[in-house]
């Protein structure tokens, strides 16, 4: 680059005026060149054609980008074919279809007669596909259930539900194609936007689609109202007195320890448990009789205890 500017800086005036003629006369022979090439006429090059697939939009809606362009060979002018390559001025060619929900598909043998006549001047020479594909669905209003989105830490440790969730309305009328439809499952999930709830619930929340679906579906409704009530499982303990039954007089325990009872209570359901005497029981019956120990079980067990637990849970036995 040193080396040709160092020519130029010692080039005369002269030289330099000569050189820009020369160039000039270049361009100009080139240009000629190539306006009389593109007048000249049989021409034959591939382009890319716009088109517009047309249908009835309340009655259906594509699920897909539909396809604006088909690759065709063409004959003509040098203009005209540079015109379409570079796409200037062009008017799609429409392609009407009346039912597309139950093909996905057109043969381009079908519109060739209608393309051909598209694009005169120039001459169709053939398709290069065979088949344009889409995927358009038909339109329809389905009526699917509100349904809580329980996936997450809803309520805090320990706490229920006490009783149904209320939901007003508990169903929706949604609107769109039935591919997107069936994504849901028959069911919009609400989530409440609070984690590890601890108190009674009620809230009006809006109802959102899923990303995937939201440009397709429309809702008759933009919120739910959401009610419920919850409890709490407090964590207890008793001593429990152990009750031997069925034991031989030759038989007896190793020892005789104070039973730990533990267990979840409904919180609303305390008091009720000074209605019951609770008791270790150890029946001979159920003893183990390969390792000599025997199980040690609670009694009463009413419904409302859970995860009910025993320390010890499991005596040796002593024979005499």
Same mark, same amino acid.
């Given at each position: 680059m040193a080396k040709i500017k160092k020519r130029f800086t010692n080039l005369s005036p002269? @030289?330099?005026?000569?050189? @820009?003629?020369?160039?000039?006369?270049?361009?100009a022979a080139a240009t000629f060149w190539v306006l009389n090439a593109l007048n000249k006429d049989n021409y034959t090059t591939v382009v890319d054609y716009p088109i517009e697939i047309v249908f009835d939009p309340e009655e259906f809606m594509p699920v897909e980008k539909l396809p604006n362009r088909i690759k065709v060979e063409v004959n003509g002018n040098g203009w005209d074919l540079l015109r379409k390559y570079f796409k200037v001025n062009e008017s799609p060619f429409t392609i009407e279809i009346n039912n597309p929900s139950t093909k996905n598909y057109i043969l381009t043998s079908e519109i060739r007669r209608g393309l051909a006549e598209s694009i005169s001047p120039t001459n169709l020479v053939s398709m290069v596909s065979d088949t344009i594909t889409f995927n358009i669905d038909k339109v329809v209003t389905r009526k699917i259930r509100i349904q809580l989105d329980t996936a997450t830490n809803t309520?805090?440790?320990n706490y229920r539900f006490a009783g149904d969730i209320e939901m007003d309305p508990n169903m929706v009328n949604i609107k769109g194609p039935t591919s997107i439809l069936q994504k849901l499952d028959g069911a919009i999930l609400v989530k409440l936007g609070d984690d590890r709830i601890n108190k009674n619930f009620n809230k009006i929340l809006p109802l959102q689609l899923p990303d995937d679906t939201k440009d397709f579906l429309t809702l008759d409704?933009?919120?739910?109202?959401v009610k419920f009530d919850v409890y709490q499982m407090l964590e207890g303990n008793k001593r429990l007195k152990i009750k031997k039954l069925n034991f031989p007089n030759s038989v007896s325990l190793e020892e005789e320890p104070t039973v730990i009872m533990r267990y979840m209570i409904d919180e609303r359901r305390v008091q009720e448990l000074n209605n019951f005497d609770f008791e270790a029981v150890v029946n001979y019956y159920n003893r183990n009789r390969d390792d000599s120990t025997v199980t040690v079980q609670a009694n009463p067990r009413p419904p409302f205890l859970e995860n009910i637990q025993l320390e010890p849970s499991i005596l040796k036995l002593r024979y005499e």
């Amino acid at each position: 680059m040193a080396k040709i500017k160092k020519r130029f800086t010692n080039l005369s005036p002269q @030289k330099i005026a000569n050189l @820009k003629v020369a160039a000039l006369c270049f361009f100009a022979a080139a240009t000629f060149w190539v306006l009389n090439a593109l007048n000249k006429d049989n021409y034959t090059t591939v382009v890319d054609y716009p088109i517009e697939i047309v249908f009835d939009p309340e009655e259906f809606m594509p699920v897909e980008k539909l396809p604006n362009r088909i690759k065709v060979e063409v004959n003509g002018n040098g203009w005209d074919l540079l015109r379409k390559y570079f796409k200037v001025n062009e008017s799609p060619f429409t392609i009407e279809i009346n039912n597309p929900s139950t093909k996905n598909y057109i043969l381009t043998s079908e519109i060739r007669r209608g393309l051909a006549e598209s694009i005169s001047p120039t001459n169709l020479v053939s398709m290069v596909s065979d088949t344009i594909t889409f995927n358009i669905d038909k339109v329809v209003t389905r009526k699917i259930r509100i349904q809580l989105d329980t996936a997450t830490n809803t309520l805090a440790r320990n706490y229920r539900f006490a009783g149904d969730i209320e939901m007003d309305p508990n169903m929706v009328n949604i609107k769109g194609p039935t591919s997107i439809l069936q994504k849901l499952d028959g069911a919009i999930l609400v989530k409440l936007g609070d984690d590890r709830i601890n108190k009674n619930f009620n809230k009006i929340l809006p109802l959102q689609l899923p990303d995937d679906t939201k440009d397709f579906l429309t809702l008759d409704e933009e919120s739910v109202h959401v009610k419920f009530d919850v409890y709490q499982m407090l964590e207890g303990n008793k001593r429990l007195k152990i009750k031997k039954l069925n034991f031989p007089n030759s038989v007896s325990l190793e020892e005789e320890p104070t039973v730990i009872m533990r267990y979840m209570i409904d919180e609303r359901r305390v008091q009720e448990l000074n209605n019951f005497d609770f008791e270790a029981v150890v029946n001979y019956y159920n003893r183990n009789r390969d390792d000599s120990t025997v199980t040690v079980q609670a009694n009463p067990r009413p419904p409302f205890l859970e995860n009910i637990q025993l320390e010890p849970s499991i005596l040796k036995l002593r024979y005499e």
